[in-house]
Nanobody, 129 residues
Framework: QVQVAESGGGLVQAGGSLRLSCSAS????????MGWFRQTPGEEREGVSY????????YYADSVKGRFTISRDNAKNTLNLQMNSLNPEDTAMYYC??????????????????????WGQGTQVTVSS
């Protein structure tokens, strides 16, 4: 049984930083693309950042490019999202997710939430102005 769990959310002032972490079990972590998504009430879930199984390839949404950094530690089955220069528009529930399948080829920029089959419960990030 695959389990995914996020941690590290909270309240931060605009311009501040937060680091989200995600642990995954029940799958061979190093074989799966992992991603971070976020969602605000009434909006679609948005792909924020994805990372390839080995960690060498990454994708960032334009809205976070240059401010957020995704990383993974396959030895510890953990995924991280370092978020800097936060602004109120970053306020959302943040979700960690694992790819639905193992893949031998991929194009991260074309992946959507439908490609991810294992989800955490989410962690709230609130940025005050």
């Amino acid at each position: 049984q695959v389990q995914v769990a996020e941690s590290g959310g909270g309240l931060v002032q605009a311009g501040g930083s937060l680091r989200l972490s995600c642990s995954a079990s029940g799958l061979t972590f190093e074989d799966y693309i992992m991603g971070w998504f976020r969602q605000t009430p009434g909006e679609e879930r948005e792909g924020v950042s994805y990372i390839s199984p080995g960690g060498r390839m990454t994708y960032y949404a334009d809205s976070v490019k240059g401010r957020f950094t995704i990383s993974r530690d396959n030895a510890k089955n953990t995924l991280n999202l370092q978020m800097n220069s936060l602004n109120p528009e970053d306020t959302a529930m943040y979700y960690c997710a694992a790819d639905r399948h193992k893949r031998t080829t991929w194009m991260l920029s074309q992946m959507t939430q439908r490609d991810f089959g294992y989800w955490g419960q989410g962690t709230q990030v609130t940025v005050s102005s």
